[in-house]
């Protein structure tokens, strides 16, 4: 104890004052000073400190952490945290999402953490709220790292790749499902809530899906809606055995969709909203444009 | 008459073994329990976890520790051991019951509609958003929900006062489908988030588990652990059959009432906590049965000091073969029991014991 | 065909006084103007009779004559008017009480579980008292020793054969009954139909020990032969009535047999026993 006291008063001395507090997305305001040993919980928290440049700090993420590569020790699935896992990791710091700690017994583990004298800075839902979503949850980051204008200028990025993905998007807008398949016979739908959605209608497309949760659709319902694109993880198109595989699923072939072979690939972190968004959304643009302009 | 007394003490291996078991067993839980709270994520050592037992009696450290590992130590790893003892002998006792009343060596507390219903409360209050008891919310829907799924099984089974064994057995198949429905149905109304709530919890974990927990779960589960040992010899006369337990005097139809009642009190409050756990329930009574014989004097105690044992182990396993992360206990109980199981029946099909 | 003369009834009715208690002891179990129906079909038609201290009372009659479910109303499985058990009508006495003094051997005892003999034998014990003392254990064994199976304390049941298991269940009644005064009774439920001849006739035997220390047994048998031998009376059911109840002698000739059983049979005097003998006629 004595001893990170002393450490914690040398590093004061050492860089300007870095002290803030921060109101989490809970209601819980929490006291940062300079973190160095971070778990950050959510792929997109992750990538956002990676944005910040101080993933250095990260001494834990959860299986979704993969991005960018890194070696960082994983806590294992984001719906069943270890508390006492995560304090081995001796963390000056959690920071995850509201979203991910509404999941399962995550909230006792939250309290469990606190409980243990381990802050724990909760951010807003990573699964809705568009591209401020972002927005806002890196400016709390950026707070916690002391690096306002780090935030500020990510942000202008964000507003100039969203400028040339509105220059880039389709005439017509198409009609586009969101295939989640783990494997051929085991597919669903990602309805009009959350990441993937945002991806369609910031590339300019119209999620088709008749729903707003995951939900699985029969072939004749997909026939029906007959869309013209189908957009899929890539671990999705994998899992039923590429271009072919998806052609060979029941009520693909008799699709707009299927006839013409569109079908589009995208990042498997899609379903959190993170920084990538812009990008995903102006690769997505920039194919539909080419394929739809006739 | 002296011959005859001489050799009523002569040697069984049976009692021989029940009498080493009962000695055996309580150590063989007192050395989980010390390894299972001296091992963890976060770095004890056993002087230090010592140090921290004593200090609220006022004796000085042993060994110097800091905060974080007292806290980690008594609010997150101690609660977890006990809840494993708690829930583990609950549900190793409870199966044993269950095989007793059954006469049937593959019952099981499932059988009577526990974690179907247990489960699809669970399931509903996820996606419905029950949240009347904040973080608790969940544990206390599944543990009405087992509830009402047992009562439901209980009186579909009855017939003029009476409840019929096979009858139960038989609504505790269509209550469990109809469950399962409910939960399929649940399932299909979940966003991606409450999917993997109700799938965690299927499997099961001692997780998140804090005092309050416990002290919510454990006088339930202690309570069918204290008094099911009492109707050990009713069991015992159980197995000659429902009619030849009448005929020794045991008021059967009510010692049926009171052995379901503590089986759904103590396996629902279990599996509201700890979700799901199979396998403890089957395998743990079967084991014994095998070593000391199938008298529940000895088997139900044994059953719960084994159970207990077994459960802090898997739960130890679970929270350290991938440290940071953690493994479902659900699926730590079931790699280890559902191979074992499968080597006893074959053994026993061999020795032509089955 | 051989008919009995009425010199040799004679003998057979004082045979019969001269093994039973005093005619005026009031009799342990009876039954009077028993019926019981279901759904529509009559199995037991004004069934009355007793059973006195010291009696063997062997009940016979074709499959499906009503002994089982006479049985069952005997032992409280059915709950019929008109049963008396020890002065009181059944169901009148505490069930924990009853047992002490009423045992029933049922057909057969399937065990899905592997008891030890002894620990079979000692369930017996479980209406007299909650706990399992030393006494309890000697008289398990000793009640293993009158049915034979003496050094099979430890053996596991289901390693024993059919014959030895219903024994042992046997010696459970015995142990059942132990040590709880004189007015007790026995039904048992063909006891010997598992049973090799040498152990049919020492559990008929025993039964007859048993009547000795004044016990009241009810048994179902096939044997005719059996019967004869061994009953103080007889009671014949055909289609849920009785046709007979009486001493062996009286109760067993060829008109009532062959009502009973729809089979022709001879009725002799047994050659060296003071009983008839039933041999087939066709």
């Known amino acids: 104890m004595i001893k990170r006291t002393l450490l914690a008063s040398a590093s004061l001395l050492l860089t300007p004052a870095l002290a803030a507090t921060i109101k989490g997305a809970d209601g819980v305001a929490v006291d940062v000073f300079n973190p160095r040993r971070v778990v950050a919980l959510n792929g997109t928290t992750v990538e956002l400190i990676y944005k910040l440049g101080k993933q250095n700090t990260i001494v834990g993420t959860d299986i979704t952490g993969t991005f960018p590569a890194n070696k960082i020790a994983q806590v294992g699935h984001w719906a069943q945290l270890p508390a006492e896992g995560i304090i081995a990791l001796k963390p000056d710091l959690v920071i995850g999402t509201a979203d991910n700690f509404a999941a399962g017994k995550n909230g006792v583990v939250v309290e469990q953490l606190r409980g243990a004298g381990v802050k724990v800075l909760v951010l807003p839902r990573s699964d809705t709220g568009g591209l401020d979503g972002v927005k806002s949850r890196l400016n709390l980051l950026s707070q916690v790292y002391g690096v306002p204008s780090a935030a500020a200028s990510l942000g202008k990025t964000f507003d100039t790749t969203l400028q040339i993905v509105r220059n880039n998007r389709p005439k017509v807008a198409p009609k586009v499902i969101f295939l989640y398949a783990h494997s051929a016979s085991d597919a669903s739908i990602y309805g009009t809530e959350g990441g993937a959605n945002e991806l369609i209608e910031l590339a300019g497309g119209k999620n088709a899906a008749p729903f707003k949760e995951t939900k699985t659709l029969t072939a004749e319902a997909l026939v029906a809606l007959n869309p013209d694109a189908i957009v899929m993880l890539k671990r999705g198109l994998d899992s039923v055995g590429g271009l072919n595989g998806v052609l060979k699923m029941p009520g693909v072939i008799q699709t707009n969709a299927g006839k013409n072979k569109r079908i589009y690939t995208v990042d498997d972190s899609i379903r959190w909203i993170g920084p990538r968004l812009p990008e995903f959304a102006l690769t997505l643009a920039q194919q539909w444009k080419a394929d739809f302009s006739t | 008459m002296t011959t005859a007394a001489v050799k009523a003490t002569g040697f069984s291996r049976q009692r021989t073994r029940a009498a080493l078991a009962l000695t055996i067993l309580p150590l063989m839980l007192l050395l989980a329990v010390i390894v299972a709270v001296g091992t963890g994520a976060v770095k004890i050592a056993p002087a230090q976890v010592l140090s921290i037992f004593l200090s609220p009696l006022g004796v000085a450290p042993l060994s110097a520790y800091d905060e974080q590992q007292a806290a980690v130590l008594s609010a997150i790893r101690l609660p977890r051991v006990v809840l494993g003892i708690v829930v583990g002998a609950g549900l190793a006792m409870a199966g044993a019951a269950m095989q007793g009343l059954f006469r049937n060596p593959l019952a099981d507390p499932g059988l009577l509609g526990i974690s179907s219903g247990a489960g699809l409360a669970a399931a509903m209050s996820v996606v419905l958003g029950f949240n009347l008891f904040g973080l608790y919310s969940l544990p206390a829907a599944a543990f009405v929900g087992s509830l009402i799924s047992t009562v439901l099984i209980y009186l579909l089974s009855q017939r003029r006062g009476r409840v019929e064994v096979t009858t139960m057995l038989l609504a505790g198949i269509a209550i469990n489908a109809l469950c399962g429905a409910g939960t399929g149905l649940m399932t299909f109304l979940a966003s991606d988030e409450q999917l993997r709530t109700i799938t965690f919890w299927n499997l099961g974990s001692l997780g998140g588990a804090t005092w309050p927990t416990v002290m919510s779960a454990a006088p339930l589960i202690l309570l069918g652990v204290l008094v099911l040992p009492l109707t050990a010899r009713a069991l015992n006369a159980l197995l000659l059959g429902e009619s030849g337990a009448a005929h020794l005097g045991i008021p059967v139809q009510r010692i049926k009432w009171i052995i379901v009642t503590l089986v759904a009190l103590s396996v629902g409050a279990g599996v509201a906590v700890a979700g799901t756990i199979g396998f403890v329930g089957l395998v743990v009574p079967h084991l014994l049965r095998l070593v000391i014989g199938p008298n529940h004097q000895t088997l139900l105690p044994a059953s719960a000091l084994l159970g207990a044992t077994l459960l802090v182990l898997a739960d130890l396993i679970s929270r350290t073969i991938a440290i940071p992360a953690e493994v479902p206990i659900g699926i730590i109980t079931a790699l280890l029991g559902a191979p074992f199981f499968l080597f006893l029946l074959r053994r026993e099909r061999r020795e032509g014991v089955l | ?282």
């Open chain 3, 1 to 282: 065909m051989t008919r009995w003369t009425d010199e040799e009834v004679l003998f057979y009715a004082e045979l019969d006084r001269a093994c039973n208690l005093p005619r005026d002891a009031a009799p342990l179990l009876r039954v009077h103007d028993l019926s019981y129906s279901v759904t529509g079909r009559k199995l037991l038609r004004q069934v009355s009779l007793n059973l006195k201290a010291g009696e063997l009372l062997v009940v016979l009659g074709r499959n499906g004559a009503g002994k089982s479910t006479l049985l069952k109303h005997l032992s409280g499985e059915l709950q019929g008017r008109g049963v008396e058990l020890f002065g009181q009508p059944l169901g009148h006495h505490k069930a924990s009480e009853t047992a002490k003094r009423r045992a029933v051997l049922p057909q057969q005892t399937a065990l899905s579980f592997a008891f030890e003999v002894l620990d079979i034998v000692l369930l017996g014990r479980i209406p007299h008292g909650g706990r399992e003392t030393p006494e309890d254990r000697a008289i398990a064994v000793k009640c293993l020793e009158r049915v034979g199976l003496m050094g099979y304390e430890m053996r596991n049941i289901q390693t024993l054969s059919g014959g030895e298991q219903q024994r042992v269940h046997l010696a459970r009644t015995l142990a059942q009954l132990d040590g709880a005064g004189r007015d007790r009774v026995l039904l048992l439920d063909e006891p010997t139909a598992s049973l090799d001849l040498a152990h049919q006739h020492s559990t008929l035997r025993l039964a007859r020990e048993l009547c000795a220390e004044g016990v009241g047994v009810l048994a179902i048998l096939h044997d005719l032969n059996l019967a004869a031998q061994y009953a103080d009376r007889v009671l014949v059911l055909s289609d849920g009535a009785v046709l007979a109840h009486d001493i062996p002698a009286a109760a067993l000739t060829c008109q009532t047999i062959h009502a009973a059983y729809g089979h022709e049979v001879l009725v002799t005097r047994h050659p060296c026993l003071n009983c008839p003998l039933i041999v087939s006629a066709s």
